[in-house]
């Protein structure tokens, strides 16, 4: 699976929960919605200053799949996984 950033990503808040930000990421031509929970520092604002950590973690989130999915929801144990790209979950809380 090669997950990648979608070309035209903005993070944003999402319109079904507004304590989630949603973002989208590529993974063979089919656009992957992903989400995580809003945080302290204000949602897209830490998209923004986070941006690789939570990439890195949505792309290692998505691999650990047992089936391709269009949706991905990320929570603080994703972050934390053994292996993450950086385990950030006391920055999401």
């Known amino acids: 699976m090669a997950l ?11 319109d079904a929960d507004p ?8 993974e063979d031509g089919k656009v992957i919605h992903a989400e995580f ?6 949602p897209v604002e830490f998209f923004e200053s986070h941006r690789d950590v939570i990439e890195g973690t949505a ?4 691999e650990r799949l047992s089936e391709p999915t269009e949706h991905l929801r990320m929570t603080d144990e994703d972050f ?4 993450s790209r950086a385990n950030a979950s006391d920055e999401l809380n």
């Open 59 to 62: 792309k290692q989130t998505y």
């Open 19 to 26: 304590n989630i930000v949603a973002f989208e990421m590529i």
């Open 37 to 42: 929970g809003a945080t302290r520092l204000g």
């Open 4 to 14: 990648e950033k979608h070309a035209d990503q903005n993070a944003r808040i999402s």
């Open 80 to 83: 934390a996984a053994p292996g």
